[in-house]
């Protein structure tokens, strides 16, 4: 049964995500580099990182979707679908809002209701980070990866007068 539900979210994920990019995604534009040019980035940056990411998982850059995959790297998250979904709660939590994100959170706790406690753990995770969800990786990449990651996890505090 589990392999059903797994298998009719990527069939919902693959029919969607070439509509999403076309109409949703218009503003952004590819990265300039590309997965080989990312593994020549210095060791511990944020640009190496990624290249071996897409290295040891076998994938590819898909235009326009790149920071997902940084986001991948910042939050720990893995790419099965339930870790996908989680990842969404996290970026939801730390307040990304589209309609595309919205969709993805209703269809993954109905399909994945047993996973909901992992879910609201990632959505207080994100709330518990600095907002990234809208910053533009690609100009950080040259940045040390576990610099960043770290700044990132640490909540904004008021200053207090």
Request: without cysteine; charged residues 25%; proline residues 2%.
């Amino acid at each position: 049964m589990k392999k059903l539900r797994v298998r009719f979210i990527i069939f919902m994920y693959e029919n969607s995500q070439r509509q999403y990019r076309k109409y949703f995604k218009k503003k952004k534009r590819k990265w300039q580099f590309n997965e080989k040019q990312l593994l020549s980035f210095q060791e511990d940056s944020l640009g190496r990182t990624l290249g071996e990411f897409y290295h040891n998982h076998g994938f590819r850059m898909i235009p326009k979707m790149e920071n997902h995959d940084v986001y991948h790297l910042i939050t720990d998250f893995g790419t099965n679908i339930q870790d996908e979904i989680a990842m969404q709660y996290l970026l939801f939590g730390n307040g990304k809002r589209s309609a595309y994100l919205l969709g993805v959170l209703a269809l993954g706790t109905i399909v994945f209701p047993e996973y909901f406690k992992i879910y609201l753990k990632a959505f207080h995770k994100g709330r518990n980070m600095k907002a990234f969800h809208h910053w533009d990786f690609e100009e950080l990449l040259w940045q040390n990866f576990e610099n960043l990651k770290d700044f990132i996890k640490q909540k904004e505090t008021p200053a207090i007068f």
